[in-house]
């Protein structure tokens, strides 16, 4: 069974950055999409980004294109976020999620494709 925990949220000002972290267990990398979803207060979950096909494959939100990267270190079975610039409109709860996939496809950033869930992280931006 596949189990995830993030770590790394805080609370940072405006134009900031702050690393994510996710600890995987029960799964094999590759054949698994891993991705971040946020969630605002009153706000329905949206996806962040999304990295697969053995970390070579990624994709992102248009709000977080060029300011976070998500990246995967496969011997630690760890996944991460790094945020950078960050902005108020950033502040949310982070979740790590993953989802079973075949080679060299992954799901949309849409949280009912995905089916496993960390306990989220909060993150808050102060401007």
């Known amino acids: 069974q596949v189990q995830l925990m993030e770590s790394g949220g805080g609370s940072v000002q405006a134009g900031g950055s702050l690393r994510l972290s996710c600890a995987a267990s029960g799964y094999t990398s590759s054949a698994y999409c891993m991705g971040w979803f946020r969630q605002a207060p009153g706000k329905e979950r949206e996806g962040v980004a999304v990295?697969?096909?053995?970390?070579?494959?990624?994709y992102y939100a248009d709000s977080v294109k060029g300011r976070f990267t998500i990246s995967q270190d496969s011997a630690k079975n760890t996944l991460y976020l790094q945020m950078t610039s960050l902005k108020a409109e950033d502040t949310a709860m982070y979740y790590c999620?993953?989802?079973?996939?075949?080679?060299?496809?992954?799901?949309?950033?849409?949280?009912?494709?995905?089916?496993?869930w960390g306990q989220g992280t909060q993150v808050t931006v102060s401007s």
């Open positions: 999620a993953a989802v079973k996939a075949p080679v060299g496809y992954c799901y949309p950033l849409v949280p009912v494709f995905w089916g496993v």
């Open positions: 990295i697969y096909n053995g970390g070579e494959s990624t």
